[in-house]
């Protein structure tokens, strides 16, 4: 009897062993589901126990990603100069992109933090945030399969690999639909997009503009590899691009007419008329609008594409 309880005994905790050897597997196999993994364009290795709940985006073309999602629900704060869309006007404000209410942003208590890495101040940002022990990841994308990367990096944050997905396939569809459209063309007018007037400023081929006038069917004349290119008239004279587009917005608030401009009528683009306003929140900030951007441009540079 005795020999037959120790059998007992030692089959019970062979088996209380095996369970909870699988259930520590199983344990396991659900935490590292749960968690999430990205590298972001600062090579920094962002790592979160699980999908974000609460995200304040320190650039309002990422806030707008997480709307063209579905996942707007996730974004607990704003920045000062996020308009669009509407709805992201109930979130509370927590300063500006480059100088975050800290205080603001801590009692939020946000898992992730989203902020632009294309400034040394934002890079900054970046750090004061990171002391804190708060997690930041960082994108600058400067083409749209950039851009498409970034979408499916916070779609992976977010826990939403589909709505990430969705929305890339959404927007390719409409950049592709266009290509075709784009593919009779025989000439492509070349464009010269002002950034910034007085102490002039060009988009040169590093930014997503470049990428918008190259998809609108258009080339940069600018041939520099930076984002932004200083330049004077003189130079831009002999670039003498056929269409001069000027950004409105917070980096040119209120751009004069070229053609009122001192020596710019003699630019073919201004004397011919096919000057351009748009919005600057449109084309200069990589966004799920960005594709609108490569619509309204290539009706300009081609007027007969929808004929």
């Excluded at 999430?36 to 707008?64: F, H, K, M, N």
Aim: net charge positive.
């Amino acid at each position: 009897m005795t020999n037959l309880w120790r059998i007992r005994r030692s089959a019970l905790r062979y088996i209380c062993i095996v369970w909870f050897a699988l259930a520590m597997v199983t344990v396991s196999q659900i935490i590292a589901a749960a968690e999430v993994r990205i590298t972001d364009d600062l090579g920094q290795v962002i790592s979160l126990e699980g999908p974000a709940r609460r995200v304040i985006s320190l650039y309002g073309a990422y806030s707008e990603i997480f709307f063209a999602m579905g996942l707007e629900d996730r974004l607990v704060a704003r920045t000062r100069a996020d308009l669009f869309p509407p709805a992201i006007l109930n979130k509370p404000s927590v300063g500006t992109h480059l100088r975050p209410n800290m205080e603001l942003v801590l009692g939020l208590q946000p898992d992730l933090i989203i902020q632009a890495s294309g400034r040394k101040y934002g890079h900054e940002v970046i750090r004061q945030i990171a002391e804190k022990g708060l997690v930041v990841a960082s994108f600058q994308p400067t083409t749209f399969e950039e851009l498409f990367s970034v979408i499916h990096r916070l779609g992976t944050l977010a826990g939403n690999e589909e709505a990430a997905d969705r929305l890339v396939k959404q927007l390719r569809g409409r950049l592709q639909q266009l290509s075709q459209r784009l593919a009779t063309t025989e000439h492509r007018p070349s464009v010269f997009f002002e950034v910034r007037y007085p102490n002039l400023l060009g988009a040169g081929q590093q930014s997503i503009v470049n990428d918008v006038i190259l998809k609108a069917g258009g080339i940069n004349c600018l041939p520099n590899r930076k984002k932004l290119v200083r330049i004077n008239i003189e130079t831009l004279i002999g670039y003498n691009p056929e269409v001069y587009v000027v950004q409105k917005g917070p980096m040119n608030r209120n751009p004069a007419d070229p053609k009122f401009r001192p020596n710019f009528r003699v630019i073919k683009a201004v004397e011919e008329g096919r000057v351009l306003f748009v919005d600057e929140h449109i084309f200069s900030r990589p966004g799920p609008r960005s594709v609108e951007a490569v619509e309204k441009l290539a009706s300009s540079l081609h007027p007969n594409l929808s004929q």
